[in-house]
């Protein structure tokens, strides 16, 4: 029987924790309940940090995606990406925590059925409990290009 938080070797344990952080500290973040509120919207709404490291998706993500919470965090959510916007789009959340300002992107993401979608991003910056830069972004869909 192993002590109560050993590792078993394959780094789950701190892959948990990890997971566990993130999503502690997204919870912080969402301040009064607005995470409740979040949560409801219909939009697509992701919670990370300047090297676009995701720390919360909302409900709204995970059903468009057709994945899992822990599939999409770190940088799980990048698999959604199609391939020739990955740069864009770490690029783009880098330059606007930078700007300090309001900024949008258009990239492709791939729908629960494995079709490409466009989305347009717009994410700025915000100082969480911690003083850490957080990136909120909305994600729209468009219409197929």
């Not at 990955?86 to 993401?109: I, M, P, T």
Request: proline share 4%.
């Amino acid at each position: 029987m192993r002590g109560q938080g050993s590792d078993d070797g394959s780094g789950e344990l701190s892959k948990l924790r990890e997971e566990l952080s993130s999503l502690k500290r997204a919870h912080a973040v969402m301040l009064g309940g607005a995470d409740l509120v979040i949560d409801a919207l219909p939009a697509m709404v992701w919670v990370g940090d300047v090297r676009g490291y995701c720390h919360y998706v909302n409900p709204a993500w995970l059903t468009f995606r057709g994945t899992r919470l822990e599939q999409e965090l770190g940088f799980g959510w990048l698999d959604g990406v199609h391939p020739g916007d990955r740069d864009l789009c770490l690029g783009g959340y880098q330059s606007s925590a930078e700007a300090g300002d309001l900024s949008k992107l258009e990239y492709r993401l791939r729908r629960r059925d494995g079709a490409w979608r466009w989305m347009l991003d717009e994410c700025g910056p915000q100082l969480g409990p911690d003083g850490a830069l957080l990136l909120h972004a909305v994600q729209r869909r468009q219409a197929p290009r």
